[in-house]
């Protein structure tokens, strides 16, 4: 299929043959199925992305027509099919949330109403809250909290840019933004409100000295919102961050540790 895809992506005549369209709609149905990802994780706890499957992605859509659907009393037209079966999956949906054919849900997650979109992996017993996004090709594990309002960036292209990766455990607090390729560590607690970009000062506060990170936010480290002086030639403003002010203590019990640090450390979800 890889080679299909990748022939494809250099010469766009191809998608009118039955070989490339077959390929491209196999590699979708294996997406939504879980078999493949379009990154995973290595042995090492680094990730890689699997660029011709994020392809396959982008030329899904051309070969796809407009269609109407109507779910009871509602309207949608688009190119997409809506993921179904969540019974059969195991998957608890809560109208009015949506999933489109493409994304894998494994079983045990919740959906309140919120959004899935396709190339996107979640993993079991995770929480998609009250009006949260999970965007195209986004990387959720397993047993995470995703909060009312939170927005996870969704990437196809440009092609070698990494998408979001929430690890297992995480717990992402109400109306948090986590965009460009930024990864959370396992078990991290992020507070309402941080704003996570590749950019993004992530500044650790915990020692002596500050310790500046980006794009990552460590194993059970405990985060809020912040700020640092910045000077301009209009004069001096203050920018965001985002504040490492602890660790979320490594337990068995992973609610219980939860649970500690947000009432140790204040942090408002």
Known sequence: MRQVIEAAW?????????????????????????????????????????????????????????????????????????????????????????????????????????????????????MVDTWATVGSCAQIGKDVHLSGGVGIGGVLEPLQAAPVVIEDGAFIGSRCIVVEGVRVGKEAVLGANVVLTKSTKIIDVTGAEPLEISGYVPERSVVIPGSYTKNFPAGTYQVPCALIIGKRKASTDLKTSLNDALREHKVAV
Not at 21 to 38: N, S, T, Y
Not at 40 to 50: A, F, H, Q, R, Y
Request: glycine share 6%; no cysteine.
């Open 10 to 126: 250099e010469n766009r005549a191809l998608l009118s043959e039955k070989s490339t369209i077959d390929a491209i709609e196999k590699v979708i149905e294996d997406l939504d199925k879980g078999l493949l990802r379009v990154a995973e994780p290595l042995l090492d706890g680094t990730w890689i992305v699997n660029e011709w499957i994020k392809k396959a992605v982008v030329l899904y859509f051309p070969i796809r027509q407009m269609e109407t659907i109507e779910v009871g009393p509602f309207e949608f037209h688009d190119k997409m099919a809506l993921k179904r079966d969540y019974k059969n999956l195991g998957v608890r949906v809560v109208p009015h949330a949506i999933a489109r054919y493409g994304a894998f849900v494994a079983p045990g997650v919740i959906m309140m109403p919120s959004y899935i979109n396709i190339g996107a992996y979640v993993g079991s017993n995770t």
